[in-house]
T-cell receptor, first 113, second 109 residues
Framework: DSGVTQTPKHLITATGQRVTLRCSPR?????VYWYQQSLDQGLQFLIQ???????AKGNILERFSAQQFPDLHSELNLSSLELGDSALYFC????????????FGQGTRLTVV | DAKTTQPPSMDCAEGRAANLPCNHS???????VYWYRQIHSQGPQYIIH???NNETNEMASLIITEDRKSSTLILPHATLRDTAVYYC??????????FGQGTELSVKP
């Protein structure tokens, strides 16, 4: 158990819908990262937050947004869902902002039908 | 971030040492080498990291060449549970970890 909690574990929704994925980092970790893993793309970095502020952005679509709340949990919002958004979404947390080990949650498996 | 090159797949006999190579010839002086692994669709798991000295922990050893252009992750006594995709990452930018394709290690009985 990494100490990072992601909910829900599985989500099935229709195209065009909007969903929210939630991540609770390990106690004391200030950094949260989001990754997308689909079969043909590998692990893609989406976005990083540190202590409530956005710190780095990767290949995140405009239809996706994220935030980190004062209690340090984070949410990833996916809207206008397409079939191609079906993937595993992982959240990771780390103590510091730079050069440290990250702990990953077990992921949310999103299926868009 | 420096790019890394890893073999796409490797086999290892159970109980033997697994030596996973990584080439990072464009690494810069302040970039660390990280290793993670992912066991079938689970969240990636941190293994070890280093800057220029060799490192060892309860999971593995990391050997970095003197010129830092390559490294080897060593699992001293591989078990079936070590079957996974192993990722070598070099990083110095705000902790963001960029994953490549990794090496798929199959440990066979």
């Amino acid at each position: 158990d990494s100490g990072v909690t992601q909910t829900p574990k599985h989500l099935i929704t229709a195209t065009g819908q909007r969903v929210t994925l939630r991540c609770s980092p390990r106690s004391g970790d200030l950094s949260v990262y989001w990754y997308q893993q689909s079969l043909d793309q590998g692990l893609q970095f989406l976005i990083q937050y540190y202590n409530g502020e956005e710190r780095a952005k990767g290949n995140i679509l405009e239809r996706f947004s994220a935030q980190q709340f004062p209690d340090l949990h984070s949410e990833l919002n996916l809207s206008s869902l397409e079939l191609g958004d079906s993937a595993l979404y992982f959240c990771a947390s780390a103590r510091e902002q730079t050069n440290t080990e990250a702990f990953f949650g077990q992921g949310t498996r999103l299926t868009v039908v | 971030d420096a790019k890394t090159t890893q073999p796409p797949s490797m086999d290892c006999a159970e109980g033997r040492a697994a030596n996973l190579p990584c080439n990072h010839s464009t690494i810069s002086g302040n970039e660390y080498v990280y290793w993670y692994r992912q066991i079938h669709s689970q969240g990636p798991q941190y293994i070890i990291h280093g800057l220029k000295n060799n490192e060892t922990n309860e999971m593995a050893s990391l050997i970095i060449t003197e010129d830092r252009k390559s490294s080897t992750l060593i699992l001293p006594h591989a078990t079936l549970r070590d079957t996974a995709v192993y990722y070598c990452i070099v990083n110095n930018q705000g902790g963001k970890l960029i994953f490549g394709q990794g090496t798929e290690l199959s440990v066979k009985p």
